[in-house]
T-cell receptor, first 115, second 112 residues
């Protein structure tokens, strides 16, 4: 079983629709992240959370919101989807073992298409 | 200026040669540096981590860090076709409370 699970794996929606992407983890990590990946642009950070009560904006948070429902769950919402939000979305978790080393564990990704 | 910059490639290297991938970063206070490998259609996976100036070796991989020049590189010796992938450089700021920012990735192709 995957340690970091994203649902759905693929989603097609229409402009203006509200959509939620979900991420759950069994690794027991406090830190969770949402990234989006576009061809040629690498991974861009949308939001991150260091614990249930901590939510932080990343590089490109406009048009997105998040909810950290529990240590194991971190959801990403698009309140009114637009075509340029078409991308591959990754959830990741981490648990820094030292002050400097922080390995990210990624889910399998959600491919979102907004028509 | 992007916080983390990489050449997008593609970088084509013959099998058995050394592949050299470079990354520069803008935040001089950055402390932790990572290289992730991503195969097409897959999730990124961590292959190297470095935080001290100099070289760090792990098998065929060597990460090099130069904080004064704000660059980090990845060398892959004896390149294999299975090394063909996109390599993502990632940087974390000055503390454990800092976010992790990725570059745009370099696509590497190893030709037989």
């Amino acid at each position: 079983d995957a340690d970091v699970t994203q649902t759905p794996r693929n989603r097609i929606t229409k402009t203006g629709k509200r959509i939620m992407l979900e991420c759950s983890q069994t690794k027991g990590h406090d830190r969770m992240y949402w990234y989006r990946q576009d061809p040629g642009l690498g991974l861009r950070l949308i939001y991150y959370s260091f614990d249930v009560k901590d939510i932080n904006k990343g590089e490109i948070s406009d048009g997105y919101s998040v909810s950290r429902q529990a240590q194991a769950k971190f959801s990403l919402s698009l309140e009114s989807a637009i075509p340029n939000q078409t991308a591959l979305y990754f959830c990741a978790t981490s648990d820094p073992t030292t002050d400097r080393n922080e390995k990210l564990f990624f889910g399998s990704g959600t491919q979102l298409s907004v028509l | 200026q992007k916080e983390v910059e990489q050449n997008s490639g593609p970088l084509s290297v013959p099998e058995g040669a050394i592949a050299s991938l470079n990354c520069t970063y803008s935040d001089r206070g950055s402390q932790s540096f990572f290289w992730y490998r991503q195969y097409s259609g897959k999730s990124p996976e961590l292959i190297m981590f470095i935080y001290s100036n100099g070289d760090k070796e792990d098998g065929r991989f060597t990460a090099q860090l130069n904080k004064a020049s704000q660059y980090v590189s990845l060398l892959i010796r004896d390149s294999q076709p299975s090394d063909s992938a996109t390599y993502l450089c990632a940087v974390r700021g000055y503390s454990s409370a800092s976010k992790i920012i990725f570059g745009s990735g370099t696509r590497l192709s190893i030709r037989p």
